[in-house]
């Protein structure tokens, strides 16, 4: 079955549109038939410039603050942190667009026939094409990663069909248009003051008819097809940034339309095609919504349907917004539409930026990985300067939230959630992970290592004894939920949180077993293991729950959207089944009191459910998840929505269904942990487990019947089966190894 999302109608709203990019561009297509709209965005189009935020008032007021947490002073403490730590000026810069290009067809009075508008998962291009009068209309988008271009194709059945005006408009300020050439606009300006300068050209060619520029507009006339590409450049890649644009868009408009998507399909098709899911088979793609509505109406074959095209999606979501030479996938991945989106479209540290790349280990797209990995760079070398301005301490640090700049202070002023200083400690483990799948010693000593050293460093001047004698963080928060003290008082902000202790715990035990791993002797092994000794351990509640806070506070709102404290059941691998069986049966109570109480609200955190779900092994509940996220969190184009859009509850929900299919975080590899009974028959093709090995495999009436697998280098692996049985197995690096149940 060809995984194509699909619909018999335009969208009505943005939110509705067809997303295509290659992780530096991007552009929604809303697919009019008279009219069109592609909005248009470049990933570093964030609105003025880098500053210095660092509140010069911290260190003078930090212990003071502390001493009111402890003092169980919340609401003294918060105000004085307000003032005293939050950043200044308290915003980031806003992601904005880069505009959008509106394209006006004459000659279509009348009524439109036969129209459909396609997004094709397979080769990463959307589709348009209707009737009008008997002639039929077809358009082809698409963003290629090695042309750097966005590419249009527009065909008619007949001579002298096409005639449309296409302009660049939608940013009210700071740019300037007009000709580049007999064909081609060109568009320029600056995203704010001290912000990047940019330069977009926009042109084409035709066969049959006329195109010119008039004015701002480039003018099609009497044409049969015509291409259109879109180059852009800007300053933050270099001061030769217009060159960059002009070489881009000659190159690929002297290639031509059908060179170009050639190039594009065999480039995106290396990463997507690594890893592939069967769970159906239907073979014919509906209409998307269909698919939704009979998927609520508790059809299995078209819910496995839309799971296994929701997972397509997710992949070609995270390629086409993070890929090498970009900034990572923000909260709405590469796309916005607006000048002042939700949450300024930021890099939000404390949960929606890590689960963006959740899949992109276990789902075979580690290319997807580097853009993170970079970013986690520049935020540790920014974050010396926030550890030792604001706290005095070695090392580095992040908060909750960060931009296009790496920023690292405590920005804006969103409840305590500013606060919480903990962002880079959880995204250095994605560099442990990177390393786990990849088996990349060169990237542990040179990358992972030094990074959390540095973080592990920070944590050493950072924490602070508690009155029972724990080391703990503060002034921080459990993101972004509040407490009930003995005093009555309800606040966040606090003094140890538990996500924190299990964040520390696990960077600190990571440095220590890969360092010694490959025989790396630090000096900072010793004082890691001495600090976690006295860490507060995960500890249980008088409800029978994860203990939230150090303390065993009521939750002020206890069907919080966060499920912070369950971090060490996901993604870390502090809570198995096997090793701390009380604390397993304790994270089951803490997922089921947030959902009494109306938990899993949002796209993302209802993804992340899925995941602790398949965690637990617990399939049908993690399948019950998946269905709510897929046809009550998600848009007709199966955007998942907070609301509005954001893209971490489709990747999280992708990484679910992963989780759901094969775990390798207890040092095994868990093959069908979570499968539900409505995937009765599949298979799932070159998904990663940790040690470096890919891992294929079949199933049918819920039973393994063929694994494949094929490891880096030399090793045996521990396979478990859903029966229960567990099967060592040697691999010889690079040579693949098939096991047949069918003729054992």
């Not at 060159?243 to 098709?269: L, S, T």
């Not at 003290?485 to 299990?502: F, I, K, T």
Request: proline content about 4%.
């Amino acid at each position: 079955m060809k995984r194509l999302l699909k619909m018999d109608r335009p969208a009505r709203e943005w939110e509705e549109a067809y997303p295509i990019g290659n992780g530096r561009l991007g552009a929604m297509i809303m697919g009019g038939a008279k009219s069109e709209q592609v909005f248009l965005n470049e990933d570093t189009l964030w609105y003025g410039g880098d500053r210095d935020c660092h509140n010069p008032d911290t260190p003078i007021f930090l212990d003071e603050i502390r001493a009111l947490l402890f003092n169980g002073e919340i609401s003294k403490a918060t105000k004085l942190a307000k003032m005293a730590m939050t950043s200044t000026p308290k915003y980031m810069n806003p992601y904005q667009p880069l505009g959008h290009l509106s394209i006006s067809f004459e000659g279509l009075a009348g009524e439109i026939e036969s129209y459909k508008r396609e997004l094709n998962l397979d080769e990463a291009m959307s589709q348009v094409s209707y009737s009008h009068q008997g002639t039929h209309y077809t358009r082809a988008y698409l963003v290629s990663y090695p042309d750097q271009v966005i590419a249009m194709q527009f065909k008619a059945e007949g001579e002298g069909k096409l005639t449309f005006a296409l302009n660049m408009n939608r940013r009210p300020f700071d740019v300037k248009s007009g000709k580049y050439s007999e064909d081609t606009l060109c568009v320029q300006g600056q995203s704010g003051p001290e912000g990047v300068h940019f330069m977009a050209l926009i042109g084409g060619k035709v066969q049959g008819g006329s195109i010119k520029t008039i004015g701002d507009f480039v003018y099609v006339e009497e044409a049969q097809e015509v291409e259109i590409y879109v180059s852009v450049g800007t300053s933050f890649r270099g001061e030769d940034y217009k060159e960059q644009a002009i070489e881009a868009y000659e190159q690929a408009k002297n290639k031509g339309f059908e060179r170009v998507k050639a190039n594009h399909i065999e480039d995106y098709q290396k990463i997507y095609n690594k890893n592939q899911l069967t769970l159906s088979e239907m073979q014919e793609t509906p209409i998307t919504q269909q698919l939704m509505d009979e998927c609520k109406e508790g059809k299995r074959e078209e819910a496995a349907a839309l799971a296994e095209l929701f997972y397509a999606y997710g992949k070609y979501l995270i390629i086409a917004s993070s890929r090498e030479g970009a900034l990572p996938a923000n909260l709405q991945g590469i796309w916005s539409q607006s000048f002042m989106p939700a949450w300024e479209c930021n890099y939000t540290i404390n949960i929606n930026l890590q689960m963006n790349y959740w899949l992109t280990c276990a789902g075979n797209l580690i290319e997807c990985q580097q853009p993170l990995i970079d970013f986690i760079k520049r935020l540790c070398e920014r974050g010396k300067e926030t550890a030792r301005r604001l706290y005095g301490c070695e090392g580095a640090v992040a908060h909750h939230t960060s931009n296009m700049w790496a920023q690292t202070t405590p920005g804006g002023i969103f409840a305590a959630a500013p606060f919480w200083p903990m962002g880079l400690a959880w995204l250095s483990l994605h560099l442990c992970d990177h390393y786990h799948y990849t088996q990349d010693e060169q990237f542990l000593k040179e990358v992972c290592l030094p990074i959390l050293e540095e973080v592990g460093k920070f944590y050493k001047g950072y924490l602070v004894k508690s009155p029972e004698g724990y080391l703990v963080t503060g002034p921080s928060l459990s993101p972004e939920n509040s407490y009930k003290a003995e005093s009555g008082e309800v606040g966040a902000l606090c003094m140890g949180p538990s996500m924190d202790a299990q964040i520390i715990r696990q960077v600190m035990t990571e440095y220590i077993n890969l360092s010694q791993s490959i025989g790396v002797d630090s000096d900072e092994i010793e004082s890691f293991k001495k600090i976690l000794g006295q860490l507060p351990a995960i500890r249980v509640g008088k409800h029978g729950q994860l203990m939230e806070w150090y303390k065993d506070y009521e939750e002020a709102e206890p069907g919080h959207r966060h499920m912070s404290h369950l971090f060490a059941l996901h993604p870390a691998n502090q809570i198995t089944k096997e090793e701390t069986p009380e604390l397993f049966e304790a994270a089951k109570v803490t997922l089921k009191r947030r959902l009494e109480h109306g938990g899993g609200h949002t796209g993302w955190s209802m993804a992340w459910m899925i995941n602790f779900y398949a965690r637990l092994l617990q399939p049908e509940d993690a399948y019950n998840k998946l269905l709510t996220l897929m046809t009550k969190q998600a848009k007709c184009n199966l955007f998942t929505v907070h609301p509005p859009f954001q893209i971490d509850g489709n990747l999280g929900g992708c990484s679910g269904i992963a989780e759901m299919l094969i775990q390798s975080h207890e040092e095994m590899i868990r093959i069908l942990p979570a499968l539900p009974q409505a995937w009765q028959k599949g298979s799932a093709k070159g998904f990663l487990a940790r040690g470096g090995i890919e891992v294929s495999f079949q199933w049918a009436s819920s039973q393994v019947q063929q694994i494949s697998l094929i490891a880096k280098k030399n090793t045996t692996c521990t396979v478990l089966l859903p029966d229960g049985e567990k099967l060592e197995i040697e691999l010889e690096g690079n040579r693949r190894k098939i096991i047949d149940f069918n003729q054992v």
